[in-house]
């Protein structure tokens, strides 16, 4: 076997392995009500909160509880009550604007589009050196 086949076999078996152990790590967030939600901030049980405010009208939550078990709800779209609440409660809370997901989407997806389009590219070149 040649030796740039068996570096690329290599590193191919290696970034596998790498997404296999990220995709591992991660922990899905639980579902849980709003009435669910709004017990555990009564309760101090929630220590950070991310809320995407939408133009739709119910907002999505992730929110942390203080033992780290990751968790998400909706939120209404009047929930100033709640955010105060969150306030007196001492909870974290970041808010963002859910029409710049698609941003962090396509940011997030670029490496692995760069890669695509590397390997697009020495596909071609593979190509054309085996056709002349």
């Known amino acids: 076997m ?3 086949k068996m570096v690329f076999w290599i590193l191919l ?3 596998a392995g790498l997404l296999w152990a990220v995709q ?3 922990v899905p967030a639980t579902k849980m009500m709003y009435s669910q ?3 555990q901030l009564d309760a101090d049980k929630v220590k950070d ?3 995407s405010v939408s133009e739709a009208g119910a907002n999505p939550v992730a929110y942390t509880l203080r033992d780290g078990t990751p968790a998400e709800t909706m939120l209404p779209r009047n929930y100033g009550d709640l ?5 007196q409660q ?3 809370v970041e808010i963002r604007d859910a029409s710049a997901e698609w941003k962090r989407l396509l940011g997030n997806a670029s490496p692995f589009l760069l890669l695509l389009a590397l390997w697009f590219f020495m596909l071609t070149r593979l190509r054309a050196a085996q056709g002349s």
Do not use: D, G
């Open 13 to 15: 078996l290696v970034v």
């Open 24 to 26: 591992r790590q991660h």
């Open 90 to 92: 001492m909870v974290n």
């Open 83 to 87: 955010l105060s609440t969150m306030q």
């Open 37 to 39: 939600f709004v017990e």
């Open 49 to 51: 909160a991310v809320i």
């Open 2 to 4: 040649n030796s740039k």
